[in-house]
């Protein structure tokens, strides 16, 4: 099954990802697996650069997300993540629209998701496309990935996100050297870096995706919900907010449950009969 009609890219879906709904925005696809939801940055034409209606488009999937708290896939259509925000539109923004925060608000409210997000990252991920992709939990690249922040060559800053995020995951000498020279990492210094965890060819790269988002389906989701919030938390928090977030964890039904399943299994495993059938 091919989303964006072009075999190779990271929206070619393997065939045993079920799709169970489709909701087609102007800009975002949105389609529903059983463990996660996959959004699609559909805008081939303009290498799916970030204009205001998919920044609608991806607020409204925020909301969602929101209230049904599941985890997040995002990946772009033609071979392309995002090469960078629409510059027809960025050209005549003013100073109140900087003060919006237009990007910046928009990134922030996916990186707060209570769930994980994870971005498959084809081909270009340039300026806001980049900071987009800097808001995912885990990213994973394809050997086509170009990824970076070339805003001061255009007469701008990276405020959506790189300035602060980009050191945090690359450490402040690298972050430093692509933003004050708009250095553009290719994927394997991006894998280096650790800026994505794993290149793989896009099909794999999105079947990785999938096997993480099945993975996480498996764990306890308010232990996955509070280990977010405790990873976004600023230094100063811990480790106060890891003590907090305990307390809440170990009076709830969910560890004694899978604790007790945990040591049933082992008890079984190490009685004769589990011995036995271990032999056969």
């Known amino acids: 099954m091919i989303l964006n009609g072009a075999a190779g890219g990271a929206g070619a879906l393997s065939p045993r990802i079920a799709t169970r709904s489709v909701e087609k925005n102007r800009g975002l696809r949105v389609e529903e697996r059983d463990s996660f939801v996959l959004a699609t940055l559909d805008r081939p034409e303009k290498r799916n650069a970030i204009d205001q209606e998919l920044i609608d488009a991806l607020h409204r999937l925020c909301a969602r997300l929101e209230v049904e708290r599941r985890t997040l896939v995002l990946t772009g259509s033609g071979g392309t993540f995002a090469a960078g925000v629409d510059i027809a539109q960025l050209r005549e923004r003013r100073a109140t629209d900087a003060l919006a925060g237009i990007n910046t608000r928009c990134f922030q409210r996916i990186r707060a998701l209570p769930m994980p997000v994870i971005a498959v990252l084809d081909g270009y991920a340039l300026g806001g496309g980049a900071e987009l992709a800097y808001a995912a939990d885990i990213r994973i690249g394809t050997p ?37 020279t708009g250095r553009i990492l290719g994927a394997d210094e991006a894998l280096a870096a650790g800026l994505v965890s794993a290149v793989l060819e896009p099909d794999a790269a999105l ?46 039904p969910e560890k004694h449950r899978r604790m007790t399943e945990f040591l049933e299994r082992r008890s079984r495993a190490a009685s004769p009969s589990g011995e036995r059938k271990a032999e056969r």
Do not use: C, Y
Request: charged share 20%; no cysteine; net charge negative.
């Open 144 to 180: 086509t990935l170009k990824i970076g922040n070339p805003e001061t060559g255009l007469g701008i800053i990276a405020a959506a996100g790189a300035t602060w995020r980009l050191k945090e995951i690359v450490g402040e000498a690298l972050a430093s050297e692509m933003l004050l």
């Open 207 to 252: 079947a990785r995706a999938a096997e993480l988002a099945d993975r996480i389906a498996g764990l306890d989701p308010a232990a996955t919900q509070a280990t977010k919030r405790a990873l976004l938390a600023t230094a100063s928090a811990h480790p106060e907010i890891d003590l907090a977030e305990q307390a809440v964890l170990f009076e709830g």
